[in-house]
């Protein structure tokens, strides 16, 4: 794919899929918002979060491979609460991205407005 395929362009499709054909560090900023594990099966389907991180590194590894050494990755993600407590399958992949060779720099609150807690 050369850039003209892909920039200022909505690529449609499963991410690994997509990322194949992107050349190596051609990509600036990386912003992305899988699914919460398995939070929203009936919409979109899911993982399990004992899985998570299986499902997550393949793609992860692709993501370091189009970012380029300057570029910067957003991964919009929450832990989910298994059995009363929260699931570590976050804290798990953190772990598992940093053997890759990422750097973990900060991490942010998205205050979102229209969630079920404001409401009340
Ligand atoms: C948390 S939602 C985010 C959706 C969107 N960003 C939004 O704000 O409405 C996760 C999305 O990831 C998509 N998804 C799951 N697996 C994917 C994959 N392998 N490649 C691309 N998208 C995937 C799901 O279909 C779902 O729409």
Redesign the pocket.
Known sequence: MTKKDYLDQIIQG???KVLEDLPDNSIDLIFT????ADQRTKT?GGINPNHYVDWFLPKAAQFKRVLKPTGTFILNIKERVVDGERHTYVIDLIIKMREQGWLWTEGYIWHKKNSQIEKR
């Open positions: 499963d991410c690994e918002s899988p699914p919460y979109y």
